[in-house]
């Protein structure tokens, strides 16, 4: 199971609560285009399993928790509108380390880099 869930096996990461304590805050994040405030985080390559839980009375699949291995960082982008986040020179934003230091450096800006216009 991945950050933040439970699927009831050893090993269980926490609550989301427990794993924020000492962590940077993205309250500084504000998408300029739509103003939502929770960024994501997008992988490609990605293996995924996911548990199934049962199938309800229309057919459809129920799923359970999940776990994923692998994977590299495509970008960061608006959870809401999709807004790829770039930094202060227009590059998009690729790594954890530069999400973060994007976000740091934001010094109580609140609205992310415009994406620049070639």
């Given at each position: 199971?991945?950050?933040?869930g439970?699927?009831g096996?050893?090993?269980?990461?926490?609550?989301?609560e427990e794993?924020m304590e000492?962590?940077?805050?993205?309250?500084?994040?504000?998408?300029?285009?739509c103003?939502c405030?929770?960024?994501?985080?997008?992988?490609?390559?990605?293996?995924?399993s996911?548990v199934?839980?049962?199938i309800?009375?229309?057919?459809?699949?129920?799923?359970g928790n999940?776990?994923?291995?692998?994977?590299?960082?495509?970008?960061?982008?608006?959870?809401k509108?999709?807004?790829?986040?770039?930094?202060?020179?227009?590059?998009?934003?690729?790594s954890?380390?530069?999400?973060?230091?994007?976000?740091s450096?934001?010094?109580?800006?609140?609205?992310?880099?415009?994406r620049?216009?070639?």
């Amino acid at each position: 199971m991945g950050k933040g869930g439970s699927d009831g096996n050893e090993g269980d990461t926490g609550s989301l609560e427990e794993m924020m304590e000492g962590t940077m805050s993205i309250k500084k994040f504000k998408c300029p285009k739509c103003g939502c405030r929770r960024a994501e985080e997008v992988m490609v390559n990605v293996t995924e399993s996911i548990v199934i839980e049962g199938i309800d009375e229309d057919g459809y699949v129920i799923y359970g928790n999940s776990l994923s291995d692998g994977g590299v960082i495509d970008r960061y982008q608006c959870q809401k509108c999709g807004e790829v986040i770039l930094d202060e020179q227009g590059r998009q934003i690729a790594s954890s380390e530069h999400f973060a230091n994007h976000i740091s450096s934001m010094k109580g800006k609140t609205n992310i880099q415009k994406r620049v216009k070639k």
